[in-house]
């Protein structure tokens, strides 16, 4: 009777062990599934896309914070119509209004965004926070752009409301001077996608 038991818990032990063993497996190559569609579309080395999924987590954290949630709600409020926006980004792209441009840099918002940034220059060289329509709310440096609602860095991460992270090809960026690659995480009110965070990653090979 004793050696049955022992049998029977043995073969617990086993399928436990099985069980385990399998979901690391499968995790394993889902990463470096991921880690390789990187590398082969983008150009990414190995290196950084452990980055880019280690700061997907430390960012979907920064969108938690009720600074950024409130400014986007904020911002939402105002309903500003799109004639209005693009009014803005005329003055955005032509160097006017610069004094607009600061202010999203320096309001609650753009000062907590710069204090993440500056935690480590070497890597993130960019972040910021979009409305429902892609108009900025806060960043840190400027941006090139005012408006971002055509790019797919803020469609695709909006997702209709629905709201999903998206990672944006390798690429040169104007504002920053750099090749980087940008990552957008969905802003929450009550599980209701307000907003996108952006934050641009410093490419490492």
Known sequence: MKT????????????LFFTVFIFFCCFNNALFAQSELWKEDRQISMRMSSIINTHIRIVSRWVQNPVLINSVIK???KKVPLEEIMKIEKQWLAGENNDFAISLQKNRAGKLLYNHISQNPKLYVEAFLCDEKGAVVAEYPKTTNYWQGEEKKISKSYNSGKGQTYVGPLSFDESTQTNSVQISIPVFDKKKTIGVLIVGLKNIK
Do not use: E, Y
């Not at 038991?5 to 032990?13: A, S």
């Open 75 to 77: 911002q939402n409020q």
């Open 4 to 15: 049955k038991r022992k049998n029977i818990k043995v073969g617990r032990m086993k399928a």
